[in-house]
Structures are given as C-alpha cells and as structure tokens.
C-alpha cells in the first residue's frame, strides 16, 4: 500500500503511516467531494488535522469537471481558481434551429490538477492504493487489517445501488486530443444537438484548452446505464473528422455514467445502506437532478461543513442528512422537467424540448444550472406552446407513480 503525506515531496511515515494518530476528520475516498471538503476545512480550521483515504493511487480518477462561474461563490471560485484548466468567458450551444453564445463564464478542472492541489497541501494527511474494508463512526478498517480513528468520518466513496431513486442517465465518452492543425474554436461548445441523434437525446460537448488541444465528448441522456465505449468513442473521432480536424495524438480518455434523478424517495434513500459514518457527494444524493454537474453541489457542502464548528460524526451527519433533504425538497421541479424529458418526450421530441429551453432568458439558464430557479422562472419555462402533448405530459405528473413504474419496470429486466 503506497502511504503519503501531502507535501511536495511525499514521504512514507514510519511505522506505517497512520497507525500512531488520530483525526479530527477523516475522509473516506477522494473523489471530488470529499477532495473540496479536505481543502476548504485545511483554509478555514488551521489546526484541524484531515486524513484521506483513496482505493487508487490518484486523487479524484480520471476525470474533467464543469461548472457555470455563476454556479459558485466568489470566495468558492478562489479556492477552486489554482485546480482549473481553463476558463472561458462565454460557451455556444448548437441546435437545429438555434445557435446561441451565452455570455456566462465557464469553467474547467482536471483530476489532475485536483491530485496536486490535495497532494502539495500540508495540512492533509492521504493514503492512496488503501482497500477499505470497514466504515464505521470513530474510524476505518483496512484490508490489510490496520485501523484509523477519527472523531468525524465522512464517507464519500461515490453513488450506492439504491431502489429510492428512479433513473435516468447521462453517459459520454470523452476523448481529449492534440491536433495536427489549430480547430479555431475560441469558446466551449457544451451542447452541439445537431448531430445524428441515437439512444436517446444525444450532444457532442467541446472544449478547446489551447489552439490545438480539445476535449471531444460524445454525450447521450439515455434510459439506461450501458456504456458502449468504443462505440462513442468512435463517433467523437467520427465528429473530429467532420470538423476537419486531424488527431495528432491521443492525450487520454475519460468516460461515465451519471444519474439524472426522476423521482425518488429521499427518506427511502437515507435508510439504505450502512448509516455509521456522515455521508458526501452523489452518496448523499448531491448533483444537479437534470444536468448531473456534481461540482457546485460538492462545493456547497464543503462550505456548509467548513463552517461548522463541531466536528463529530454525529454533527456532521446531521447536517449532511438536513441539507440533502432541503436540496431534493426545493429541486422537485427538475425533477418533474426529467419526466417530461425521460418519461413523456419520444423520438427525437427530448431534442426539441430542450432546443425550447435553451431559448430562454440567460439568466433563466443561469439559475437554472445553479439550480436556483425561482417561481416566476418556472411559470417561464411551462408557458407558451408545450414542446410535449399536454395529455402525454400529465401522466407523469406524479413523483411517486413514476417511482412506482420505473421500479416496476427495472424489476420487470431483473427478472425477465
């Protein structure tokens, strides 16, 4: 097992690492959440002693992060700030019959960056490649049977296998690539719909980090969760292809699935599972039900958790628990929008929805990303023609209907 302390130079502790020490707060996976939590607890409690484990032997996978500049803070973007790869002023999305530049920041961070941020950090203690056998409360067994104590645990190891979540899913290949000649794009494409669309409503998303560097992403909101990796990963080479733009080399490749929320139970969702140590991220049902972003929802709470003043599991778990449940009860209405998308829309109508949508006031889009929208704001979105049959629409009004069906139909492929 690789042991590192987080300085520039990491070093392997005497004794076996951790063994010897207790923490004020331990971290259990170093995903994105937890990763933010750590470094906004090391900036706002200077004495607080942080420990983070990770099953692999990089903080934060292999992954890149967007966000809206209005999706965040000022003080949340500073911290953030040294882990981007880019910022750009505006972003352009491409449908049929409407093209648009938005005039709203946007926003990239790399696993990479985010690696080294938490790494070079001397206030956070990281143990990488550690298999974890056992969470609890006060600590964590390790498979290679050694154990950490800790006053707060917070588990934030990624998404549980729940029945309280109905589904849908977002799922892309992305292919980051140096090219031959400049692509000539001076702003990120998050949603190119004027592609051939397959399995569902399908985008490709761009994003140019330097004049010949680009991120490629092949992008679909589908109803399942089956990835078909070289399949995507064959149409983003396709699209670079169409756009004349020649693959010098492969930087790397990124792929995933996430969950775009229908309808749930949140109470049922908190029941599940082991309930010994606080939870964060998508283990606590925090991402944008319709966009699936994940990285404003980590800040939050790693705002709402450095601004505590009482570091236990127990006072950490409530205050996930309560700011989980207010999150799902004000974002209801996303989750009714998902419906209509996953449940109402056919054929190529989740295109045409969601062409009418990004018609709308910016600001509107700006809240809605920020998943801040207000009363008038979706008195906005419902008006005018419906892109939908309106009879369609209000059979999948209910929240718990559509739980009822989309249970009874995953269990109907279980079993089939």
């Known amino acids: 097992m690789a042991i590192s302390r987080s300085r520039a ?33 090391s900036r706002a409690h200077r004495g607080l002693s942080i420990g983070m484990i990770e099953r692999d032997d990089r903080i934060g996978g292999n992954h890149t992060w967007s966000f809206h500049t209005t999706d965040i803070d000022s003080d949340a973007l500073t911290v953030l700030e040294p882990m981007l790869e880019a910022r750009w002023p505006d972003q352009e999305i491409r449908f049929p019959k409407l093209k648009r530049i938005l005039s709203t920041g946007y926003n990239a961070m790399t696993s990479e960056r985010l690696h080294d941020a938490v790494m070079t950090n001397a206030a956070i203690d990281v143990v990488l490649s550690a298999g974890v056998k056992d969470v609890s409360s006060t600590g964590v067994a390790l498979e290679d049977g050694r154990r950490i104590s800790a006053r707060c645990v917070i588990d934030g190891r990624g998404a549980r296998a729940t029945q309280s979540l109905a589904l849908g899913y977002q799922k892309f290949v992305g292919l980051e690539v140096e090219l031959v000649d400049p692509h000539g794009m001076t702003r990120p494409v998050i949603m190119d719909a004027t592609v051939a669309q397959h399995d569902g409503y399908r985008f490709v998303y761009t994003l140019p980090f330097s004049p010949t560097r680009i991120l490629i992403e092949d992008t679909y909101y589908s109803d399942g969760p089956d990835l078909d990796v070289d399949l995507l990963a064959s149409r983003a080479h396709a699209y670079a292809a169409q756009n004349n733009w020649r693959i010098a080399r492969m930087i790397r490749q990124e792929q995933g699935v996430l969950p775009i929320t229908l309808a749930g139970d949140i109470e049922g969702f908190w029941a599940e599972g082991p309930q010994k140590a606080a939870r964060s991220g998508m283990r606590a049902c925090l991402f944008h039900p319709t966009t699936g972003y994940s990285l404003p929802d980590a800040v939050l709470l790693a705002q709402k958790i450095a601004a505590s003043q009482q570091f236990d599991t127990a006072a950490i778990d409530k205050l996930v628990r309560r700011h989980s449940h207010r999150c799902w009860n004000e974002r209801s209405f996303f989750r009714f929008l998902n419906r209509m998308l996953f449940l109402a829309a056919r054929g190529d109508e989740r295109r045409t929805v969601l062409e009418r949508f990004y018609a709308l006031p910016q600001p509107l889009i700006e809240r809605f990303y920020a998943g801040q929208i207000t009363s008038g ?25 559509a739980l009822a069906a989309v249970t009874q139909r995953l269990q109907g492929q279980i079993h089939g």
């Open 9 to 41: 130079d990491p070093v392997e502790h005497p004794g076996g690492g951790f063994d010897h020490h207790d923490y004020d707060v331990l971290l259990v996976g170093a995903g994105l959440a937890n990763s933010i939590v750590a470094l906004m607890l």
């Open 377 to 401: 704001d979706k008195v906005r979105i419902l008006m005018g023609r419906p892109p939908l049959p309106i009879p369609r629409a209000m059979r999948h009004m209910s929240e718990s209907q």
